[in-house]
């Protein structure tokens, strides 16, 4: 590591703050937990994630706030007041009005680095939670113009100490991708779910192991996702418009009942099948460069 990590502070003890928490404890890094919810906190502390915080410790070199993005700014605002630690950084899965909220809640923009570890969002408890959840993955950093190379070197500890490695975006561009690549994609499954809530157990037997694959990510947290989706309310909008006029543009064909309807359908079909061997073939890619090194081909 280019800068030594020995203490950090976690806020927040759900999948993605327990799994950081559990990755820095492995690298030795001494741990300390913050949670409101002391059930949330005391689970975490039972999976070896660390300690619970106490008043009276000193600042530790690494505070990362784990919440939902709306808490971000008044989490990081209140932990600065009190002291917690010398860099902040947080987790949430939108930047742009995470940025803008810090800034205007009157935080310490020079000693926080947004970020977010791009391997899904907490889940509904800490069984997702694992210290190798984000080895082999991207860890977006979207610093201001004016973050010190001191706090960048701190969170380049954290990240080297969770496996994952770094790439920086402007906070706008990381919204957008992540709009593209999971929020949408996400919201959209779960309209397709819908279908099937109140369905009965015989129908939903026939269905085939490819519409569970197509509805897999609609099983997250509800009340995280719906805070996840307004915080980039407009990337998303642009990804379900486009998929919206799509959509509809295949059931005028299909109403129409015209001979030529299969020849009109074809190119989007194709172009779905290309985008799903591209998706694929990037995530086998991945899974190689996951892989340790004496594993990899």
Same mark, same amino acid.
């Given at each position: 590591?280019?800068?030594?990590? %020995?203490?950090?502070?976690?806020?927040?003890?759900?999948?993605?703050?327990?799994?950081? !928490?559990?990755?820095?404890?492995?690298?030795?890094v001494?741990?300390?937990?913050?949670?409101?919810?002391? @059930?949330?906190l005391?689970?975490?502390?039972?999976?070896?994630?660390?300690? !619970?915080?106490?008043?009276g410790l000193?600042?530790?070199?690494? =505070?990362v706030?784990?919440?939902?993005?709306?808490? =971000?700014a008044?989490v990081?605002?209140?932990? #600065?007041?009190?002291?917690?630690?010398?860099?902040?950084t947080?987790t949430?899965?939108?930047k742009?009005? =995470?940025? &803008?909220?810090?800034e205007?809640?009157?935080?310490?923009?020079?000693?926080?680095v947004?970020?977010?570890?791009?391997?899904?969002p907490d889940?509904t408890g #800490?069984e997702? &939670?694992?210290?190798?959840?984000?080895?082999g993955?991207?860890?977006?950093?979207?610093?201001y113009?004016?973050?010190?190379a001191?706090?960048?070197?701190?969170?380049?500890?954290?990240?080297?100490?969770?496996g994952?490695?770094r790439?920086?975006?402007?906070?706008?561009?990381?919204?957008?991708?992540v709009?593209?690549l999971s929020?949408?994609?996400?919201?959209?499954?779960?309209a397709?779910?819908?279908?099937?809530?109140d369905s009965?157990?015989?129908?939903?037997?026939?269905?085939?192991?490819r519409?569970?694959?197509?509805?897999?990510?609609?099983?997250?947290?509800?009340?995280?996702?719906?805070?996840?989706?307004?915080h980039?309310?407009?990337?998303?909008?642009?990804?379900?418009?486009?998929v919206?006029?799509q959509?509809? @543009?295949a059931?005028?064909?299909?109403?129409?009942?015209?001979?030529?309807?299969?020849v009109?359908?074809?190119?989007?079909l194709?172009?779905? %099948? %290309?985008? #799903?061997?591209?998706?694929?073939?990037?995530?086998? @890619?991945?899974?190689? @460069?996951?892989a340790?090194?004496?594993d %990899?081909?």
């Amino acid at each position: 590591m280019t800068t030594t990590l %020995r203490t950090a502070v976690v806020i927040g003890c759900g999948t993605t703050g327990a799994s950081v !928490a559990l990755a820095l404890t492995l690298a030795g890094v001494q741990v300390a937990l913050v949670d409101e919810d002391p @059930r949330a906190l005391h689970e975490a502390v039972a999976l070896g994630a660390g300690t !619970a915080w106490t008043p009276g410790l000193p600042p530790a070199d690494l =505070v990362v706030v784990a919440t939902a993005p709306s808490a =971000v700014a008044d989490v990081l605002h209140g932990a #600065q007041s009190r002291g917690l630690g010398h860099v902040y950084t947080d987790t949430a899965g939108t930047k742009d009005i =995470v940025c &803008a909220e810090a800034e205007l809640r009157g935080c310490d923009l020079k000693g926080y680095v947004p970020g977010h570890p791009l391997a899904g969002p907490d889940g509904t408890g #800490q069984e997702a &939670a694992a210290a190798d959840r984000f080895t082999g993955r991207p860890w977006a950093v979207c610093p201001y113009e004016t973050t010190p190379a001191w706090a960048l070197e701190t969170v380049d500890a954290l990240i080297e100490a969770c496996g994952a490695y770094r790439i920086d975006l402007a906070s706008h561009v990381h919204d957008r991708i992540v709009a593209e690549l999971s929020h949408g994609p996400h919201l959209i499954a779960a309209a397709l779910a819908t279908r099937f809530a109140d369905s009965s157990e015989a129908f939903l037997g026939l269905a085939e192991d490819r519409l569970l694959d197509a509805v897999r990510t609609a099983g997250g947290d509800p009340w995280l996702w719906s805070d996840v989706l307004a915080h980039n309310a407009g990337p998303v909008a642009d990804v379900l418009d486009r998929v919206a006029d799509q959509l509809a @543009r295949a059931a005028a064909i299909l109403r129409e009942g015209d001979s030529c309807a299969p020849v009109e359908l074809a190119p989007t079909l194709e172009e779905g %099948r %290309r985008g #799903q061997a591209a998706l694929r073939q990037a995530v086998q @890619r991945r899974t190689v @460069r996951d892989a340790p090194a004496e594993d %990899r081909v």
